[in-house]
C-alpha cells in the first residue's frame, strides 16, 4: 500500500507540520497493534488511517490518528494531510466526510487548494494554573484553561509572543501533568505581521515534545482569542523553529480550520497489516 508524508499548514515543502497518511483499500481498520507499529515506525507527531466507507452513510472515509505512542481523539494536521492526499490523487473530490473519534468531520477544498476543515469548538473553562505547568515552562502565565475531551490540553496565555517564542520547557515535568499537551499563546506582537496570535504546542505525555503546528488546538485558540481581539476570523501562527499558519473562524460550536499542504514523500509501505 501506499504511505505518504504530507507537510501540513504550509505552501511549501519542509515547513509546517509534517504527517504520515495511509489510505486503506479494505472496508475495515487493521489490527490496533499494526497501526501503533506503523504510526512509531513513522515517528511523526501523528500518522493518519482512512478506509472508504460504503455510499449513502453520514461519512465518506473512515479516519483516525495515532502518534508514535498513542491514539489521539482529535487532529487537525493529519486530517488535512489525509484530505490532501484524497484530493491531489482524484481518489476524492469537492467536500469528504470523516467518521471520527470526535464525531462526522468534513473538509472542503477551495479553489486555491487550501482545504478548510469543520471541526468542534472546544469548549474553555478557566482553571487555576497547576504548580507543575508554570515550573515546567518557567513563564509568566496571565490565565490557564482546560479545553476539554477532545481536545484534552491544558490552554496557557503568556504575556507576550517573545515570551512564547523564547520557552525551553522541562519535558519531562510536563509528561508528568497529564492529559494531551500545553498549549502557550500570546496576541502577535506586530499587527502587519500578517497573523493575529502566535502559539506553541508541547505533548510529551503523547511522545512528542513539540507539535510544530498543532489544528486542532486552534479549535481552543479560536474562542480564546476571538472574543479578545473583536473578530471571529483570525490567522495563527504556530512553531518554534519550524512553522506554520492556520487560517480560523469561529461558528458558535464549529470552528473552521483552513490550510494548504504539500505531499514531500510518496512510497511503498511494505509490511502490510
Known amino acids: 500500500m501506499r504511505i505518504r508524508i504530507v507537510d501540513a499548514f504550509t505552501e511549501r515543502p519542509f515547513a509546517g507540520n509534517p504527517a504520515g497518511v495511509v489510505l486503506l483499500d479494505s472496508d475495515t481498520f487493521p489490527d ?31 479516519l483516525r490518528w495515532l502518534t508514535p505512542t498513542a491514539e489521539v481523539n482529535m487532529c487537525g494536521h493529519a486530517t488535512l494531510a489525509t484530505a490532501h492526499v484524497l484530493h491531489t ?37 478557566p482553571i487555576e494554573v497547576p504548580p507543575v505547568v508554570a515550573e515546567a515552562l518557567g513563564a509568566e502565565i496571565r490565565c490557564a484553561y482546560d479545553t476539554g475531551p477532545n481536545v ?49 504546542g508541547f505533548f510529551p505525555y503523547v511522545g512528542i515534545d513539540e507539535d510544530p503546528v498543532t489544528g486542532s488546538a486552534h479549535t481552543a485558540l479560536a474562542p480564546f482569542w476571538a472574543p479578545r481581539i473583536g473578530r ?11 512553522t506554520g499558519v492556520v487560517r480560523v473562524e469561529l461558528r458558535g460550536d464549529r470552528t473552521l480550520l483552513t490550510g494548504s499542504a504539500v505531499t514531500v514523500i510518496d512510497g511503498e509501505l511494505l509490511a502490510g497489516g
Open 32 to 62: 490496533d497493534a499494526w497501526l501503533q507499529q506503523v504510526a512509531t515506525e513513522v515517528n511523526l507527531s501523528e500518522t493518519a488511517f482512512a478506509h472508504p466507507l460504503p455510499e449513502g452513510g453520514d461519512a465518506d472515509w473512515a
Open 89 to 125: 490523487t482524484k481518489t476524492a473530490t469537492g467536500t469528504i466526510r470523516f467518521r471520527t473519534r470526535s464525531g462526522v468531520l468534513t473538509t472542503t477544498a477551495g479553489d486555491d487548494g487550501a482545504i478548510s476543515m469543520d471541526f468542534p469548538t472546544a469548549p474553555l473553562t
Open 152 to 200: 484534552g490540553d491544558l490552554l496557557v496565555e503568556l504575556t507576550d509572543e517573545k515570551s512564547v517564542r523564547a520557552l525551553s520547557p522541562d519535558f519531562k515535568a510536563l509528561a508528568g501533568r497529564g492529559g494531551r499537551g500545553v498549549i502557550a499563546t500570546a496576541r502577535a506582537e506586530d499587527p502587519d505581521g500578517g497573523y493575529d496570535f502566535a502559539s506553541r
Open 232 to 242: 471571529d476570523a483570525l490567522v495563527g501562527l504556530q512553531g518554534g523553529a519550524r
